[in-house]
């Protein structure tokens, strides 16, 4: 089922916003310990993804490429300025309605905390491609976590995020599962592992940042995915 992994992921949020409402404020000690574990997972998870048979050339083509297209359109600075400038206009809607306010910051920063990563378009791309649904399942219990986190301190607006997330991941599964079938089987084949290989190293860098270890700005080489998805067929086209 292709939106099987974004449902795991919304209904992950669900519970974990309401464990949140219910129990005290999770210690930082906890949440530290907690976070360095899903890092460390992340990174594995990112390690078999892009050790798989793929083309290293092209894979080392795509991140350089993409890394360069990412910067030149600064895509992890628009993405924050994007966080921000919702962050103020809640900011603004507290000051008239301070009930709603609260449940519309927890509902925004939620929301852009789960949505706005590498991580959902790469999961929502694996489940859409692959009915592979691993890196959706690994962002579930990340988010799940988080979603406790943020509900014992933003309230029950953090629940409401599970919406916006079901249907951004859905959105994503569904095109990439149309646009697979489109392919012939061993362009299919060769496209996914591509995109898998290069799709495992960004990964691997979300893990890094969970782990804190270096910032590294993965929002810049999502365009490497594309590269990477459009450049198989052309490397089989010319060789």
Sequence with gaps: MVLWGAIVNACAIIAGGFLGVLIPRISDRIRRTVMQGLGLSIAVLGITMAIKPANILLTIFSLVAGGVIGELFRIEDRLQQLGDWLERTVARGSKHNARMGSVAEGFVTATLVFCIGAMAILGSLDSGLRHNHDILYTKAMLDGFL????????????????????????????????ISSGLGSGDLDAVIAQITAVG???IIGIGINILEIKRINVGNLLPAIVIAAVGMPLYHALF
């Design 147 to 178: 979603a406790i986190i943020f509900a014992s301190t933003l309230g029950i607006g953090v629940v409401f995020s599970a919406v916006p997330i079901l249907l951004y991941e859905g959105i994503i599964s569904l095109t990439a599962a149309l």
């Design 200 to 202: 495992g190293v960004l």
